[in-house]
């Protein structure tokens, strides 16, 4: 694996039920993707876009495969490591359709729970945490409740809850889903950014082919399978 | 350092607060059955501190005044007097009896004593008003629950007597107040039957000798003598029962108390697994009400043990919440009761230690619907 790879998938599946209820979702799936790169992955609903995101962000266990973050090799026909949970908390950042920050935490405590959960140094997180929410644009909302900030000022919090533990990746699924047009491209665009700056490999999952164009790569779900497209071009 | 229990509690504070309260009143009521029952005990001992004697002379085979039906001669007195290790003894009688005030009916015990005898049983320090009683008819000494005042007319039996002493504090184990008369009515209210009674009897020719009985002898010791020595030299000459003091206390809880204990402790255990089974509930309630919080939290890497700390938490700080709000409502409202309630700092304590323990208990239900919560669930996946 290069050092650039930050996600490598090799023959990757997941199926659920038995018998008559057999629903095969992903079937041999291979991609990768590497440091710095914003990575679409589009499919019509119910083709497992959200599943297979799970089991990136080891959540949700493969039937078999191989799956790589970073330099570690996590399953292999099984999780390899018994802490699935330590790898998401230290490896990844999730960032979802609604904004999903704790609703009796104010913003700073929403952002540090997770450094704390990591036993990173107090001051050092609050810190990172005033650092990411400058970044944002929202440094003055620290000790504000989420009820108390707008929708597109909260996903800002949440996509920096996201860059708390300086993740390898971030898996976002569908973070414009609540969001209008404007916004929607904002989001998108500060993904790319933070891919670019952090040199963090973002997986999106997205139904808004008007964010295509933003992103380096697409994968696409097809009959079960991973398909890789370089461009919006190919898609059409 | 996040602390989520704190944070939480702190979002739906007011909530929380009448939940805590809500329980805590539950709480309370388990502090007043077990005050009840103490009041029971304490209640129980006010003759005996009052009467403040070594030995209780009654009937051979009986467990005294207390407990049943006991009669022996007054005259026994002068026989205990006559052994060396005797100082005091004297003749009591106790009576249970419904008295009229207004038109309310008091039930009341009546206890007799000799008013120029060496064993007075009225403490001084609860007399709150009047005397004690001075002429050998018609004066009585009554407790302040009974509501009546210096001076007020009793009618009992076939007699009228006047109030000239008020106590306070003064009452039988059941919780009916003392009231005190001298020997000699008091002999005649238990022992002298009616005129009809009395013409009926010489027709069947059956003549009243009891008016020289009483209920029990007690008596003091010489400081020198030991009294259970002295209690089982009695029990061999006098083919009577004698108890001693902590005989006498063991029969008014064993005997007396005990099936009361046991019904106000069945009724404490009860509302104590209530207060449980509701904390539980409310813990469940709000576990539930947090699962996408927690399902995200799950998610993002969070450690189930922080998040177990947290309701963990959450339960006793509801539980000790609950015990702080219950000790005030008991102590708000003990006083209201018509029997005696005592409530003790011990029994509080240990009812913390039972809610602390039940708390840990409530907690399990939310703590498994962590567990088992489905990490994706909040975002549909």
Known sequence: MSKKQAIKVENLNKSFGKGDTFVDVIHNANFSVDKGELVALIAPSGAGKTTLLMMIGCVNEPNSGTIWLGDEKVYENRWLTKETRKIRREKIGFIFQAHYLIPFLNIIDNLTLLPQANKIDEKESHSRAKELLKYFDIADKEIAM??????????RVAIARALMNNPEIILADEPTAALDSKRSVDVVKMLKKIAVEQDVAVIMVTHDEAMLPLCDRVLIIEDKKVVQKSNIKEIE | MIHLAKEDIKHTLGKFIVTAMGVGMLLGIVLIMVGVYRGMIADANVILDDLNVDLWVVQENTLGPFAEASRVHEDLKNTLKGYQAID???????????????????????????????????????LIAGRVLRNEHYEIVIGDKTGFKLGNKIHLGRDIYTVVGITHGTVASGGDALVYLSLKDAQTLQFTYTNKRVQTDKARGIVNRDAHLVNTIVATINPTYNVDKTAKELRKWLHKSVYTRKQQTYVLTKYVVEKASKQIGLFTIILVVVATIIISLIIYTMTLEKIKEISIMKL????????????????????????????????????????????????????????????????????????????TSAIGG
């Not at chain 1, 009820?147 to 996903?155: D, V």
């Not at chain 2, 009688?93 to 007075?120: E, H, K, P, W």
């Not at chain 2, 938490?313 to 018509?338: D, M, Q, R």
């Open chain 1, 146 to 155: 989420p009820s108390q900030l707008s929708g597109g000022q909260n996903q």
């Open chain 2, 88 to 126: 005091k003894a004297e003749a009591i009688t106790f009576q249970n009896l419904q008295i009229l005030n207004g038109n309310r009916q008091i039930s009341v015990m009546a206890i007799g004593y000799d008013i120029y005898g060496d064993i007075n049983p009225i403490n001084p320090k609860r």
């Open chain 2, 300 to 375: 993002i890497g969070i450690p189930n043990i922080t998040i177990i700390k947290m309701i963990v938490e959450e339960t006793l700080i509801l539980g000790i919440l609950a015990f702080v709000f219950g000790n005030i409502f008991s102590h708000l409202i003990y006083n209201k009761f018509p029997k005696n309630v005592v409530l003790l700092s011990s029994d509080s304590f240990m009812l913390f230690i039972i809610v602390v323990i039940a708390s840990i208990f409530a907690s399990f239900i939310g703590v498994k619907k962590v567990i088992s919560a489905d990490p």
